[in-house]
Nanobody
Framework: QVQLVESGGGLVQAGGSLRLSCAAS????????MGWYRQAPGKQRELVAS???????NYADSVKGRFTISRDNAKNTVYLQMNSLKPEDTFVYYC???????????????WGQGTQVTVSS
């Protein structure tokens, strides 16, 4: 069993900051890429930021310069520091990990349950 547990969402005023965390636990052999996605009701989930096991990062244009993704490989945890938040950043945020449960297994994607981020104007 693998679990991804997110925390850190909430309500913040425009211009404020939040830090999301996502910890992976359970039977895990290795974790490749980890990332954050966001989704509005009735819309497709979109990539916010991703980070490889080696630390290479990728960001959506809409968050470049404001959001920073990082990870602690020893803790199987990925973070998303969100600064200068805007009302249009209001979404449910999900973390994803591409991981291998056993050395002989393939890599599969696992998702967290989501955490609400609401930015008021």
């Amino acid at each position: 069993q693998v679990q991804l547990v997110e925390s850190g969402g909430g309500l913040v005023q425009a211009g404020g900051s939040l830090r999301l965390s996502c910890a992976a636990s359970g039977s895990i052999f290795s974790i490749n890429a980890m990332g954050w996605y966001r989704q509005a009701p009735g819309k497709q989930r979109e990539l916010v930021a991703s980070i490889t096991s080696g630390g290479s990062t990728n960001y959506a244009d809409s968050v470049k310069g404001r959001f920073t993704i990082s990870r602690d490989n020893a803790k199987n945890t990925v973070y998303l520091q969100m600064n200068s938040l805007k009302p249009e950043d209001t979404f449910v945020y999900y973390c994803k990990a591409r991981l291998r449960r056993y050395y002989y297994d393939g890599e599969y994607d696992y998702w967290g349950q989501g955490t609400q981020v609401t930015v008021s104007s």
